[in-house]
T-cell receptor
Framework: GQNIDQPTEMTATEGAIVQINCTYQ??????LFWYQQHAGEAPTFLSY??LDGLEEKGRFSSFLSRSKGYSYLLLKELQMKDSASYLC??????????WGAGTKLIIKP | GAVVSQHPSWVICKSGTSVKIECRSL??????MFWYRQFPKQSLMLMAT?????????EQGVEKDKFLINHASLTLSTLTVTSAHPEDSSFYIC?????????????FGPGTRLTVT
């Protein structure tokens, strides 16, 4: 079956660094997306990895290991506005996104 | 600017009535649009895949006669919740895949919050 595993909730301090891990199992693989979702809003795109390695984009970086079925999202210099849910969503062989419940990130001053 | 719009952004309706939600691709043609539903503190649940000019493909457990999808043009898909009940209250989100685009090019609408009283 298809499965996503992320921590339910994480807490970090403003200005710090946090890493959100994701393990997945899918039927085929066409890349992995990370989305940010604020409460009551639709997801917004953060990153897309299809090859192994680290993709850096400003304060956010995403890493993928296809052989391990593992990805992480790294957020640096945390700001209060980064408080949100972070969704790891691999894309299966039918180009369908597989969603977990996401990780709720709480930033404290 | 916004790539995908949804209308209305929120709606309150009485039990037993029908509600239509529109999803528009503003910047490009979209052969495929996806409809999701999200209950509070839960993951997005794919309801159906909407293909322009053909019948939508519904996910297991989603009643096609209750959730009517029409994708009549390359820029517009509609979801009609028929005979709505309080348990249909949810956040409905569409996403759009650009025709001929890479898997990367999938964009979400802002969502529609439906409350059935």
């Amino acid at each position: 079956g298809q499965n996503i595993d992320q921590p339910t909730e994480m807490t970090a301090t403003e200005g710090a660094i946090v890493q959100i891990n994701c393990t997945y199992q899918t039927s085929g693989f066409n890349g992995l997306f990370w989305y940010q979702q604020h409460a009551g809003e639709a997801p917004t795109f953060l990153s897309y990895n299809v090859l192994d390695g680290l993709e850096e984009k400003g304060r956010f970086s995403s890493f993928l290991s296809r052989s391990k079925g593992y990805s992480y999202l790294l957020l640096k210099e945390l700001q209060m506005k980064d408080s949100a849910s972070y969704l790891c969503a691999p894309m299966d062989s039918n180009y369908q996104l597989i969603w977990g419940a996401g990780t709720k990130l709480i930033i404290k001053p | 600017g916004a790539v995908v719009s949804q209308h209305p952004s929120w709606v309150i309706c009485k039990s037993g009535t029908s509600v239509k939600i529109e999803c528009r691709s503003l910047d490009f043609q979209a052969t495929t649009m996806f409809w999701y539903r999200q209950f509070p503190k839960q993951s997005l649940m794919l309801m159906a895949t909407s293909n322009e000019g053909s019948k939508a493909t519904y996910e297991q457990g989603v009643e096609k006669d209750k959730f009517l999808i029409n994708h009549a043009s390359l820029t517009l898909s509609t979801l009609t919740v028929t005979s709505a009940h309080p348990e249909d209250s949810s956040f409905y989100i569409c996403s759009v895949h650009r025709t001929g685009g890479t898997p990367y090019e999938q964009y979400f609408g802002p969502g529609t919050r439906l409350t059935v009283t």
